[in-house]
């Protein structure tokens, strides 16, 4: 081989890595642009309502889709919390969810580590009908439970939202904590087996501490699950407008002939505000649980 072909051959091996960087380089740049406008699409709702939020009535018609407003009126939000009577929703709001969460994970995790942990009989049918009813729609559903409710002396009352939400979370979760069951280390249950303790006690004392960042997401999902559910909450809360939640009491601004929209997206902040902030606090516990899910 002469001397030339060998030079111009380095010179094509030398070449041929530099191509191969900025093509990856325009591949990942073109893939962050479209990510970036995905991204942007997304938030561009909830940037809007921020800003409509605390603009006048008038700059809410004239400005249309516009994100900023002209001048802030930080006075809608007072005006939103006490037009709506949102100091009794927002508490009532608290008690459901809160109650709604503790109730699931106290049922889903003993349903998911039993399940996880034991065989029996019928195990894979009564999987099968489990996942069943994750396909069964709030419509068709709705009136049966709502006729129970009523046989039950519970209509019109916080505690018929708080059960028909944990039955409505249960489902989900528990699969969640079925995965998240049975992809830890039976090593320490069977140490714990050994030194005598019952299956109770190797639930509550080693698997149920384990189980942290999966109790997070559960906790997080059924949260913002129930801090955000309208249909339960509507239909169980028809005779009594003071046991209102937070989504249900934002059709206060709405009226029959007319809509107050500033303060409709002043309330729509408030009742967002307290999700934002429980992911920011539990976002860590999240991504570590939905990563264990996923790998079981």
Do not use: C
Not at 196 to 219: D, E, I, K
């Amino acid at each position: 081989m002469s001397a030339i072909s060998r030079n111009n051959l380095a010179t094509h091996h030398a070449r041929s890595p530099r191509r191969r960087r900025q093509r990856i380089s325009m591949g990942m740049l073109l893939t962050h642009l479209i990510l970036l406008a995905g991204g942007v699409v997304w938030v561009y709702p909830f940037l809007w309502m921020l800003g409509s939020s605390v603009k006048s009535d008038q700059d809410f018609f004239d400005q249309g889709l516009n994100i900023f407003p002209k001048s802030i009126h930080l006075e809608n939000y007072p005006a939103a919390w006490n037009e709506a009577s949102f100091g009794q929703y927002f508490i009532n709001t608290v008690i459901v969810s809160g109650l709604t969460v503790v109730f699931v994970l106290l049922f889903t995790t003993m349903a998911g580590y039993a399940i996880a942990r034991t065989q029996f009989p019928g195990k894979k049918i009564l999987l099968g009908l489990i996942a069943l009813t994750l396909f069964l729609p709030h419509g068709y559903t709705i009136l049966p439970i709502f006729d129970l409710i009523q046989r039950l002396g519970l209509l019109n009352n916080l505690t018929s939202i708080i059960l028909v939400q944990t039955a409505g979370g249960m489902v989900f979760s528990t699969f969640l904590f079925i995965g998240y069951f049975s992809s830890m280390d039976k090593e320490l249950e069977d140490a714990a087996r050994v030194d005598g303790a019952s299956f109770n006690q190797r639930f509550w004392q080693v698997m149920f501490p384990l189980a942290g960042p999966m109790l997070a997401t559960v906790a997080l999902f059924t949260f913002i699950g129930a801090w955000n559910s309208f249909f339960i909450p509507l239909v169980f809360t028809l005779g009594v407008p003071e046991l209102r939640t937070l989504a249900v009491g934002m059709y206060a601004f709405i009226g029959q002939n007319s809509t107050n929209w500033t303060y409709l997206t002043a309330g729509s902040v408030i009742t967002l505000a307290p999700i934002m902030i429980v992911f920011v606090f539990l976002q860590r516990y999240f991504i570590n649980g939905v990563a264990g899910a996923i790998k079981a």
